[in-house]
Each structure stands twice: as structure tokens, then as C-alpha cells.
């Protein structure tokens, strides 16, 4: 199961953390040790992919989120785009960079979710692009308020793994 794996790579930390959204908590997920572990990256990869129906392209925004969308596209044979968290001033300017999403579904993925506001940033430049947007799949959700945050926006959360299901592995 995938959450062994998450486990297993040392990916699921206990003690104090301050998370992405600004909250503070006791254990963290470090989804970046588990997508630089090949083994479970493919894992992840194969999971997702379960998901792609429908999907013309997939989406990860920078930094956590490429490897994901790299590990998907690969086990899917969908082309991905990389969604930068700022805008550029320098080369071509792009905030999306890989082929044009305006008229494509795109599939969001996200390495772990908290609140929702990375995924919540990129529905949107998405969908100012031109792209369809109506779902995203994370490896792990913290169950904070993601899912109904994004549901509001159209856009249905799929976790791969829940905090809970995690946590409960470690008792």
C-alpha cells in the first residue's frame, strides 16, 4: 500500500512544524523524500494514474508537485505542464510552462494538501488559461479543509492517502 511506502522512506516526521499554510503541527509529511525515492515515486505514479480518465493533461506546480506530474505522465503516455508560482520576468515570461492548456481538461496533482491554497492557485491560472479544471489528486491530504475548499470551486479533491489512515499506522 501506498502509505507503507510513505512510511517505510521516512516521509511521515513527529515533532514541531510549521506547515506551508502558516499552521503550526506535531508531525509533518515530507513528500519530497518520498518523490525522490524511485520506488515510491513509481508507486505514486501507478496510483494516480488509476485517475486520468477523461484528463487531456496534467499539472504540477513548482517545486513538490513536478516530480508527481513527471511520475504520472510517465505511466500514462499524457503530456504535463508545470505551473510556476510566480510570474516571470525573464524568458519567455511563461506562468505555465509545456504545451497550451486553453481547451484541454487538465488533471491537477499535488504532493500534500493542508488548507488548499496551492491547489486552489492553480485551478486558477488553469482556468484563466483557457483549461478545464475539475479535479486533483493528492498523495497525501491533512484533512484541514482541502476537499470542501476546492469542491466549492468544481474541482473534486482525490487523496491517494489521508492523514488519518497515516497516523493511524504509526500507533
Known sequence: MLKDDLIGCGAVLFG????????KSSYYVDIKKASTNPK???HIGKEMSKHIEGIDMIAGMELGAVPIAVAVALETGKPYVIIRKGER???TGKQIE??????KRVLIVE???TSGG?????????REAGAT???????????AGAIPKLAEMGVNLIPMVTVKELL????
Open 133 to 143: 479544471v475539475d479535479k486533483a489528486l493528492v498523495v497525501v491530504d491533512r484533512e
Open 98 to 103: 509545456g504545451d497550451p492548456v486553453y481547451g
Open 111 to 113: 504532493d500534500v494538501t
Open 16 to 23: 514541531d512544524f510549521t506547515l506551508t499554510s502558516g499552521a
Open 168 to 171: 493511524a499506522s504509526q500507533k
Open 89 to 91: 520576468t525573464h524568458g
Open 40 to 42: 515510491v515515486l513509481r
Open 118 to 126: 496551492s491547489t486552489i492557485k492553480s485551478v486558477e491560472i488553469l
